[in-house]
T-cell receptor, first 111, second 117 residues
Framework: AQSVTQPDIHITVSEGASLELRCNYS??????LFWYVQSPGQGLQLLLK??????LVQGIKGFEAEFKRSQSSFNLRKPSVHWSDAAEYFC?????????FGKGTRLHILP | GAVVSQHPSRVICKSGTSVKIECRSL??????MFWYRQFPKKSLMLMAT?????????EQGVEKDKFLINHASLTLSTLTVTSAHPEDSSFYIC?????????????FGPGTRLTVL
């Protein structure tokens, strides 16, 4: 069965530091992969997606993610975080026309 | 981008009553809407998929008589939690898509916090 694993429930980084959020997936075929961000009081916002092609994907707000088939991973990165990046981040994989979400990683930013 | 609203944002009700949650696509026509339930510290769980004018398709384990979904127009879908109980307390999120594949076409509402006393 398709699944998405985000091994880190909470991540704390200092403002200006680099960030990497981990995501591993289990999927029989070539997956469609996504990262979403959820801020309090706001809906889920798509940061970036991977369908095919270049395995390094650029997204909004300075985020990028790299698809590594050999590791079944799709980790999210940002070179320098801002206090406004504090939020819940969800990795997701598609199944037919539906999305399966990971359990999320809560990102905390230290001033 | 496309905007999806939900109403109410928060609702508190007594056990045994029914609660209706609305999901609206404000500036586009949504051929398909999805309803999710989010538990604390857990991922979003897809409850059902609704297409305008047809019956919703429920995911395994979701009680269709408990969670009534109506998608009467291209801009409105409603989720009614019937005879609510405290275990139904949760965060409910809808999303809408214009159809065709492309998940960036699926836009999420801000969610509704349901608390059943």
């Amino acid at each position: 069965a398709q699944s998405v694993t985000q091994p880190d429930i909470h991540i704390t980084v200092s403002e200006g530091a680099s960030l990497e959020l981990r995501c591993n997936y289990s999927y029989g075929a070539t997956p469609y992969l996504f990262w979403y961000v959820q801020s309090p009081g706001q809906g889920l916002q798509l940061l970036l997606k991977y369908f095919s092609g270049d395995t390094l994907v650029q997204g909004i707000k300075g985020f990028e993610a790299e698809f590594k088939r050999s590791q079944s991973s799709f980790n999210l990165r940002k070179p320098s975080v801002h206090w406004s990046d504090a939020a819940e981040y969800f990795c997701a994989v598609s199944r037919d026309d539906k999305i399966i979400f990971g359990k999320g990683t809560r990102l905390h930013i230290l001033p | 981008g496309a905007v999806v609203s939900q109403h109410p944002s928060r609702v508190i009700c007594k056990s045994g009553t029914s609660v209706k949650i609305e999901c609206r696509s404000l500036d586009f026509q949504a051929t398909t809407m999805f309803w999710y339930r989010q538990f604390p510290k857990k991922s979003l769980m897809l409850m059902a998929t609704s297409n305008e004018g047809s019956k919703a398709t429920y995911e395994q384990g979701v009680e269709k008589d408990k969670f009534l979904i109506n998608h009467a127009s291209l801009t409105l879908s409603t989720l009614t939690v019937t005879s609510a109980h405290p275990e139904d307390s949760s965060f409910y999120i809808c999303s809408a898509t214009t159809g065709g594949w492309g998940v960036d076409e699926q836009f999420f509402g801000p969610g509704t916090r349901l608390t059943v006393l």
